[in-house]
């Protein structure tokens, strides 16, 4: 069994036309591909209470997608785009400060007034989250959340090629989103509609949330072949306590986790590696990771040599994710945030 991993290894070749462009005409509609035992099955997301148990718990993520990408200009004229990765004082009195990716033909200096789009303006005070941080901080005119609602785009991910939409606005957001702050949505969450919640529900299955705002960092890529070299981004989360409760019910009594996405899986991995007051993490989960919490993982599919494929990885075994990579290429699955699912199941450890 390969116990040390390169980039190259998590690597595939996926033709453009699988990747979904456009969410499926109803929520629970995609395709399941159940890959939780040796036998790859094909089946429907309408399928899955019939696949979990009474008893097991599913675990969300009740992140809100805000529409974080703004539009402006500088004061010379040149266009620029700001993807809200931070709202830092979310009071309406404490100054409206965010930390913003920003794409511009030429980087103004701090002190710099931006016009935006929609007559509101955003003042340049530095980088974030130190004086060579990634980001950029800025000041808004006014709060950050109402002119985001306002005057700002869906944060759509680099591969979907359309601008956003109506659409988007309703299917990019899971139909339980409630804590606003993520700039992409926990996707395999976006397959649930009320009814599927109800037949899970009726089946006796158990529902808990945490929250983890998902960051624009979660398409960065690897760019290092040793991948142990990559350095993960922040993101604010928190396990409440009553969460905590249903997995320790669950646990006594003999059902399993089930997390909803890996944004689920990062947060409830993090509050058992760092302890309940944590509340950012940059977990980096790769091929040996003890996992202590989440016994069965849902989840779309992911980008060639992402660390998502690095953790589904470590949940699953590399061999039998490259597999499972194979069947659903082969199968014509639809890839990416508004694509298909599939389901996993968390290999054991290996025999001491």
């Known amino acids: ?36 035992g040796d036998a790859i099955a094909d089946r429907r997301f309408a399928d899955l209470p019939d696949l979990l148990l009474p008893g097991d718990l599913l675990v969300f993520n009740d992140t809100k997608v805000v529409k974080a990408r703004l539009f402006g200009q500088k004061l010379s004229g040149g266009r620029l785009e700001l993807l809200i990765e931070r709202v830092l004082s979310p009071h309406l009195d404490a100054g ?46 006014s709060d950050p959340y109402a002119l985001m609602a306002q005057h700002g785009h869906v944060p759509l991910p680099p591969y979907i090629t359309h601008t956003d939409s109506a659409d988007d606005e309703q299917r990019y957001q899971t139909v339980f989103a409630k804590n606003p702050g993520a700039v992409a949505a926990p996707t395999a969450a976006l397959h649930f509609d009320e009814a599927m919640l109800e037949k899970l ?62 944004t689920t899986v990062r947060a409830l991995e993090s509050a058992a590696k760092f302890g309940p007051d944590c509340c950012d993490t940059n977990i980096f989960i790769t091929p040996g990771f003890d996992f202590k919490v989440v016994d069965v993982l ?36 639809r890839f990416f945030s508004y694509g298909d699912a599939m389901l996993l199941a968390r290999q054991a450890p290996p025999a001491l």
């Open 96 to 141: 409206h400060e965010v930390a913003a990716h920003m794409k511009v033909s030429k980087k103004p200096l701090p002190g710099a007034m931006l016009q935006m789009d929609g007559g509101f303006t955003a003042t340049l005070l530095g980088r974030w989250p130190e004086a060579h941080g990634p980001l950029y901080r800025f000041r808004l005119s």
């Open 1 to 36: 069994m390969k116990t040390t991993f390169s980039l190259s290894d998590f690597d595939f070749t996926l033709p453009d036309e699988l990747i979904a462009q456009h969410p499926a005409a109803e929520r629970s509609a995609s395709r399941l591909l159940d890959g939780r």
């Open 201 to 262: 529900q009726a089946r006796g299955i158990a529902r808990a949330s945490v929250t983890l705002h998902v960051g624009a960092g979660t398409f960065q890529p690897v760019k290092t072949e040793t991948i142990a070299e990559h350095h993960m981004h922040f993101e604010r989360f928190d396990v409440p306590q009553a969460t905590h409760e249903a997995i320790a019910a669950c646990k006594a009594r003999g059902g399993r986790v089930v997390a909803v996405g890996t």
């Open 298 to 333: 849902l989840t779309n599919f992911h980008l060639p040599k992402s660390t998502l494929m690095m953790l589904v990885s470590a949940f699953s075994g590399h061999g039998h994710i490259m597999a499972l990579y194979r069947h659903a290429i082969e199968a014509r699955y």
